[in-house]
């Protein structure tokens, strides 16, 4: 039996305006309103952050932000700060996405101040490990998922991290990993998380699974028992679908 609350977050990368991504806010707040024991969160692009905290106040779905600058303020062109994040009213932040690894230069490294400039500001971060098609294919999966971990969160206090595994073959590509390949990952991270943070916090560390999850396909990835939620893009954008998966695919 889990204890962990389970965490529905969306991604929703570089779609939508300020008034779409109010409207979907307000629908996705509708099909949450019926979900107990469940969190959901949304993470619009920075323009629209405002607006989607207006349409969620009150509603109890948290609004996240998809990244983050380690300085609090200064000549940083482009970049946007913890403490901006926190007055548009995010409690959330998704930092080290694939995305941003593999087309912006994000490491190890800078994965790791992002997150130390999260937790310094109050905002949780969702950060995001996972391997390449090759990288699998060589057998180096847990090698890679090893080396993300530590170096990403090394130093850190972890309590309210959240981590996210998306496997990079797995994202946007409709080939989800099967229950057992995500539960295998998702149990070796925390078994990695507890060798950095002590058993005891690693159990209370959310989880998620993020690639291709649909409303099909999310009850059979929540029920494995390391699987504390999911971290959904493309199906994410429709809060029809993104009910779907909030009520876990029933
Ligand atoms: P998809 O759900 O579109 O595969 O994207 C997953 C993802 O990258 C969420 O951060």
Known sequence: MKTRTPLIAGNWKMYKTPPEAAETARAVAAAAAGAAGVEVMIAPSFVCL??????????????????????????????VSGPMLKAAGCSHVIVGHSERRQFFGETDESVNKKTRAAIREGLIPVVCVGETKAEREGGLTLKVLDRQVRRGLEGLSLETVVV???????????????????????????????????????????????????????????????????????????????????????
């Open 164 to 250: 996210a595994y998306e496997p990079v073959w797995a994202i946007g590509t409709g080939l989800t990993a099967t229950a057992d390949q995500a539960q295998e990952s998702h149990a070796f991270i925390r078994s990695v998380l507890g060798e950095a943070a002590g058993k005891n916090v690693a159990e209370g560390l959310r989880i998620l699974y993020g690639g291709s999850v649909k409303p099909g396909n999310a009850a059979s990835l929540m029920a494995m028992p390391d699987i504390d939620g999911a971290l959904v893009g493309g199906a994410s954008l429709s809060a029809e679908s993104f009910g779907g998966i909030i009520r876990f695919g029933g």
């Open 50 to 79: 405002t607006e989607t905290a207006k349409a969620l106040a009150g509603t109890g779905v948290f609004l996240g932000a998809q990244d983050i600058f380690w300085e609090t303020e200064g000549a940083f062109t482009g970049e």
